[in-house]
Each structure stands twice: as C-alpha cells, then as structure tokens.
C-alpha cells in the first residue's frame, strides 16, 4: 500500500509499508543535542548530514515468519530530528526498536540487514546489548513509569549509570529538561502513577534523556 | 428486546425517562434475580466459615488462660486443666524454619520460572512438578521425610517436621509467585532494559518490588497452611509434653498435632485442650496475616 506521504518510498509488494527515509518531525528517538558553540553548530551540522550518526542499510526484521519490515535503508544524522510517518501497523515502532536491539526481547525475533553506530555494526558478534541500550535512549508510545516515587523513577536511570550518593541536582535537572519540574517539585515522594498520562510521558522523556546517550 | 428509541421518537414523546421504572420489565427482574443469587451465594459461603469461628471462639474461650499460653501439657489425656506452651513454642520454630527454607528458595525459584526459563523444557518440567506437587497429600510429604531424614538420623526432630513442611509450601510458593510475576507488565521490564540495565537489576529493582506484595500474600498462604499442617508432622516429630527449643535434637510437639491426639481422645480434658490448641493456632495465623499486610503496605509507596 503506497504511503501518499513519502514519494520516496519504494512500492513494495508486501503489505508492510516501508519505513520512510528521514522526514522531519515528532522526536521518539532521543539524542542529547551536543553541547557545541553556536557558531559551531552550523558547521557541525553541515558535517554530520553528510556523515550519518546511525544508519539501517537492507534492515529486515522478522517476528518468526513474518517479515514485518523489508530490505529498510534509513540514514539517521547526527543533531537531527529524523521522523517516520506511515499508516497503523507499518512497522515504525520495529524500526525504532531495531536501533537499540529492543527486538532481541521478543522471542522469535530476528534483524538481518545492518544497523551502525559510529560505524560499528550494533548486531555484530561481541556487541553487548546493553552498551548499545545505554548509548541509544528510547521513549515509548505508551508512558511506562516504574511503580516508584517521581523522584525514585529518575533516580534509577541515573542509578544505572553509575551515578551514587546525593542525586537531588541531577533529578531536578532531568526533570527541568522535560518541562515537568515545576509540576512535580512538591510532591517527589509521590507513585508516578499519580501523574496523568501526559506528565507521565514526560517523566519517561527525563529518564533516558539524562543517561548521556552516544 | 430492549429497544433503543430513534432520536426523532424520542423528541416527539416528550424528554426521556430517565426514572428505574422505565427500565424494560425483563432488565429490571434480571437484575433484581442476579442480585438475589449473589447475595445468596455470599451467605451459603459465610455460614460455614462463621460457624467454625464462632465455635473456635466460644470452646477455645472455656479453657483459655494464661496458664493454657504458659503451662507444660499433662501427660494424661484423663487430666482437666492447661497446658500447651510446648506445642506453642513448636508450631513457632517448626514453621518459622520451614518458611526460612521455603519462601527463598521458591521465590528465586519462581523468579527463574518466569524471568528466565520461560519456555525452556526445563522450566516446562519444573513448573509441572510444582504443580503435581501441590497435589501430593500432606502425609506423602511426611512419610518421605520420615524415610529420607527420619530413618536415617535414627531420631524425630522438629527440623524433620520443617523440612515436611518445607516440601509441602515449596510448590505452593513457587506457583503462586510465578503467576504473580506474570502478572507485572512487560512494559515495565522493557523501559527498565531500554535505559540500559541489565537483567538482575531489572528483576531487583522494578520486577520484584512491583510483585512484592502479591509474593507475599502466596508466602503467607503457604505458611498458613504449613501451620495448620498435622499428618506431615505427626510422622516426624514424634511428641513432646514439655517445651524443646531445639529443633535439631529430641522430639517436638506442634499445635495440629496436639488438636490430632487430643481431639481423639474419649475424655474431655483433652478434648477441651484441643479446642483451646485450635483457638490458638487460628489467632496466631489471624496476627502474622495482619502483620505482614502492615509490612506489606509499608513497602508499597504512597499513591497520593
């Protein structure tokens, strides 16, 4: 079924659309933006569209039989916002859950094709999975707070990342950065599934936006 | 049937009737009969459970005293009077060591079951041992032990009793918590991997402690249950008529096992200290319950 929102994309016989190449918008995978000097920034920018951060070449991915997504290729680079649209059930969330081997949870699940990161294949053999969970952040499409406190939600991630001791600066900085501190600053203690559905997605944005990805 | 008026009827006939009466005939009986059978099903259940009580209470109360909590048990069934400290005592150390080698091995049990070995053939034999077990009658679990342990030390022990024990809410522990940790989300799993943790951590610290009051509760059934256990024990800790705090050495006593012997004695001495050692028995698994809830939502963090 042709996807009247990318002419780019192949038409391909089976029922699963293609993941269209880079368009721009809705941010679901996250990088933390580099910290670069404003005037830098062009500059870099115009080098990484050249030199992809991440890229899908003839990506495949199969639940068993099913070949949910075909023969993909998706530059993704650095400093960008690279967004997918397509219809229900196209496999957007397979893609995005081939960029961070999410895929290998699911039993029967199978990626061939390539997929680099800084150039390296992350399916190659003596890549541990969760090096590339900690450098490739995800959020997603439903808000999945841990049953913990606001604050113990953003404490484990950073927890995770080795971080000890006092972690109150950095919880109020990772939820500053997902516009939800001033919400919540009062009631940190509280489960966060007391929040609403939107206050909880960000609360998700804030964990894995502070665990230094790349 | 039921008949939903069209809009256009609707407005001709006035607003609509939002009153119970105008409900259909046959929604309004269903209703009113599906209430009565309910209710009724909740009494025929009540009945029984509240006459075991009530009886519990008022014998259990002729014969209760501080001397009942304190005192040695006669060594004559004949005699009137108190006495059940020792199998007090045993019924603590007996179950409490059986929960201490149980409830750990069958939770960790469980967390493989459900974390690791999925659908392993492994894991696939084990699940369908524990439940053939939970089957196994309680005297099969004694006798076994009364051949593996009993036989072999030459001696009934309270520790033979707790390993009786142990085997019989071992696959009760290991059940219950696995489908208790089934019941947590994947997406939990899944959000915990995604930041990077690794499997052990994601089992410690978001798994377990979102399942940790369902655990406890399937814990709790077992030790309940151990606690009121008789048969297994009467093959292995033989008897005892006063209090034996060791567990590893000597024959012990436990309150099933005096309600067994004294229940079926023809006199009425014994006879009241069964009723007192039954009235007992149900307080003592009525206050670890409470406990643990307490414990339990200390655990939990605050919803509001």
């Known amino acids: ?214 | 049937m039921t008949t939903t008026v069209p809009p256009a009827e609707r407005a001709a006939a006035g607003p609509p009737s939002l009153r119970h009466s105008a409900l259909a005939p046959r929604r309004r009986i269903t209703n009113r009969v599906a209430l009565a059978a309910i209710t009724l099903a909740l009494v025929v259940a009540v009945v029984p459970l509240a006459w075991v009580t009530i009886s519990v209470l008022a014998r259990g109360f002729e014969i209760m005293s501080w001397q009942f909590l304190t005192e040695d048990i006669p060594n004559s069934y004949r005699r009137h009077g108190p006495g059940m400290a020792p199998a007090i005592v045993g019924t603590f150390l007996i179950t409490g060591m059986a929960a201490l080698l149980a409830v750990p091995l069958g939770v960790f049990g469980a967390i493989y079951l459900n974390e690791y070995g999925k659908q392993k053939p492994l894991a696939q034999v084990i699940r369908t041992m524990a439940d053939v077990m939970t089957g196994v009658p309680s005297i099969v679990m004694g006798l076994f032990i009364y051949t593996v342990v009993v036989v072999a030390t030459g001696e009934q022990t309270g520790f033979a009793g707790s390993l009786a024990l142990a085997c019989l809410m071992l696959p009760i522990v290991i059940r219950s918590s696995e489908e208790i940790l089934r019941l947590v989300p994947d997406e939990l799993r899944q959000a915990s991997l995604a930041l990077g943790a690794r499997q052990w951590r994601t089992i410690l610290t978001v798994v377990v402690p979102a399942a940790i009051s369902g655990i406890v509760s399937g814990a709790l059934l077992a030790i309940a249950r151990a606690a009121g256990e008789t048969a297994p024990l009467v093959a292995t800790i033989g008897i005892a008529f006063t209090v034996n705090p060791n567990l590893f050495s000597g024959q012990n006593t436990a309150l099933p096992a005096q309600i067994f012997r004294n229940a079926s004695q023809p006199f009425e001495g014994a006879q009241e200290r069964a009723w007192g050692a039954a009235l007992t028995l149900v307080v003592i698994v009525i206050v670890f319950t409470v406990l643990a809830r307490v414990v339990v939502s200390r655990f939990a963090i605050k919803e509001r």
């Open chain 1, 1 to 214: 079924m042709p996807d009247p929102f990318t002419p780019g994309a192949p038409a391909d016989s089976s029922r699963e659309a293609q993941a269209p190449a880079a368009a721009q918008a809705g941010p679901e995978v996250h990088f933390t933006p580099q910290e670069a000097a404003p005037e830098a920034q062009d500059k870099e920018r115009q080098k990484d569209s050249l030199q992809p951060l991440m890229e899908l070449r003839g990506v495949s991915v199969f639940y068993g039989d099913f070949e949910a997504v075909r023969d993909t290729d998706l530059p993704i680079g650095q400093n960008r916002i690279t967004a997918m649209i397509g219809p229900s059930g196209c496999g957007k969330s397979t893609i995005l859950r081939a960029l961070n081997r999410m895929n290998d949870l699911i039993p029967g699940a199978r990626v061939s094709g390539t997929v680099t990161f800084h150039g390296q294949d992350i399916y190659a053999a003596g890549v541990d999975p969760i090096q590339v969970r900690r450098r490739i952040g995800m959020v997603f499409q439903k808000p999945n707070p841990f049953p913990k406190s606001i604050y113990d939600n953003i404490a484990y991630g950073l927890r995770i990342n080795g971080l000890k001791g006092r972690l109150d600066d950095q919880v109020e900085q990772a939820l500053t950065g997902a516009a939800l501190w001033d919400e919540v600053k009062d009631k940190l203690k509280m489960s966060a599934f007391a929040l609403s559905g939107g206050q909880q997605q960000r609360l998700c944005i804030a964990e894995p936006s502070r665990c230094s990805p790349r």
